[in-house]
């Protein structure tokens, strides 16, 4: 994400223009050209038994030292789950190459840690003699490589010694995309992550490509010592188009490590963020994430942001809404289950399960209400609560349905996300 302080982003950087033209890019139609007719009610099957990834969070990201930090009351927002508030369960701060600015992320991570949270962190530069000019741009020197590594260790220890125990560290954000910060090659990757990541003292994350170019992380699952000291394979999706979400090698060769996406806006950082029907388009984002990407969180950029969940007068927004029927009932712990994913044409399903609960997140992107016969298999009787969002609606409690024998019909309102719990 950009480096740049505040009136940067207002100034519209070449880097901003470049990551909104590559964020836009991926992006689809939000609305159907036609609206759908009436149609006899569509099915979509839930197969608990069939489990897929387990969900470890969602979230965004704080940086107090390119805007001000979150008040006391938008911490609440952002990792409370109660009414009007966000239920977010992953905080990303940077790692300050300026040791003076560690202590300026502690309120807000210690605050999201008592509140559940997964506190994870990501430098942009190792401290300033660490570094040297290079043909293309700077890097870390090949000699300060254990140096490096002891300040991550240290960074992770005053954290700790203020409250927070971070989850994991990030070796560099962004590498690929390090016109203004710190670059790293596949290569040099792998080597820190041989020689010197196996003495970090919290997960490590790799390699956090701007753009999920598998190219940045295929090296390290190639490389069995590299693989064996990194946790988190990390990524951003920045303009990353829906067909190059799935991972075949990392299915292959990732057993027992986590795959994070840990920062993207989307579909840009220049709407507002209640626009509506356009902030679908995050929930569409997310599911594709989830379903076809087979991420386990996702992180979105500024929490508080005019384009992002949170709006600046600390309110959520609609994209913070469509972002809250995942995070507030798909909790750390949940599993991805099958489901019938796209069962017509702009209707997108996802489903987990926690024990004998079943959580659905339905959206429908078109003009007319969709109809929906839902199966869940090897499910009895029960009561489907439901929450809404829609042009005139957020987060709202929606109507309760009758589940019989795992089977219930339910209408999505046009252009809107719907969430169901069942059990």
Not at 293 to 315: A, K
Request: one cysteine or more; proline letters at 5%; glycine letters at 8%.
């Amino acid at each position: 994400m950009s480096p740049r302080p505040e009136q940067s982003e207002i100034a519209g950087s070449p880097l901003l223009s470049r990551r909104t033209v590559l964020a836009a890019g991926a992006a689809l139609p939000v609305l159907a050209a036609v609206a759908t007719p009436a149609a006899a009610a569509t099915a979509v099957v839930v197969e608990p038994s069939n489990v897929q990834q387990t969900i470890l969070g969602f979230g965004g990201m704080n940086h107090t030292v390119w805007i001000s930090d979150l008040t006391a009351a938008q911490r609440e927002t952002a990792f409370g789950n109660g009414t009007n508030q966000l239920g977010f369960t992953v905080l990303r701060i940077p790692v300050h190459e300026d040791r003076n600015n560690w202590s300026r992320e502690v309120a807000t991570a210690r605050r999201a840690s008592e509140l559940g949270a997964k506190v994870i962190a990501s430098p942009w530069n190792p401290p300033a003699s660490m570094t040297e000019s290079f043909s293309g741009g700077k890097r870390l020197k090949y000699g300060s490589y254990g140096a490096y590594a002891q300040h991550l260790n240290d960074f992770t220890a005053f954290m700790a010694n203020n409250g927070v125990n971070l989850y994991g560290i990030s070796v560099q954000n962004e590498p690929d995309y390090a016109s203004a910060w710190t670059a790293w090659t596949p290569a040099e990757i792998v080597r820190f992550l041989r020689e010197n990541a196996g003495s970090l003292t919290t997960r490590v994350i790799a390699p956090e490509s701007f753009q999920y170019r598998k190219a940045m992380s295929d090296p390290i699952l190639d490389d069995a010592t590299a693989l064996a000291n990194v946790d988190i394979i990390g990524t951003h999706l920045y303009g990353t188009s829906f067909a190059n979400l799935p991972y075949p090698l990392f299915q292959q060769k990732g057993a027992g490590k986590e795959l994070w996406m840990t920062e993207v806006y989307y579909p840009n950082s220049t709407d507002s963020a209640d626009l509506w029907p356009q902030a679908l388009d995050v929930g569409e984002h997310m599911h594709r994430a989830l379903v076809d990407g087979r991420f386990q969180t996702y992180v979105w950029w500024y929490i508080r942001r005019s384009y992002g969940p949170m709006r600046e007068d600390g309110q959520i927004s609609k994209r913070g809404a469509c972002m809250a029927h995942f995070a507030k009932w798909v909790r750390p712990g949940h599993q991805r289950i099958t489901a019938t994913a796209n069962p017509q044409s702009n209707v997108y399903i996802s489903a987990f399960k926690n024990g004998a609960q079943v959580v659905i997140v339905a959206i429908n992107k078109n003009t007319a209400a969709a109809d929906l016969a839902f199966t869940i298999r090897d499910t009895g009787s029960a009561t489907a609560q439901t929450w809404l969002t829609s042009a005139s609606a957020n987060l709202a409690r929606y109507t309760d349905i009758a589940v019989s024998n795992g089977a219930f019909n339910a209408q999505l309102p046009a252009r809107s996300i719907r969430t169901f719990v069942i059990g």
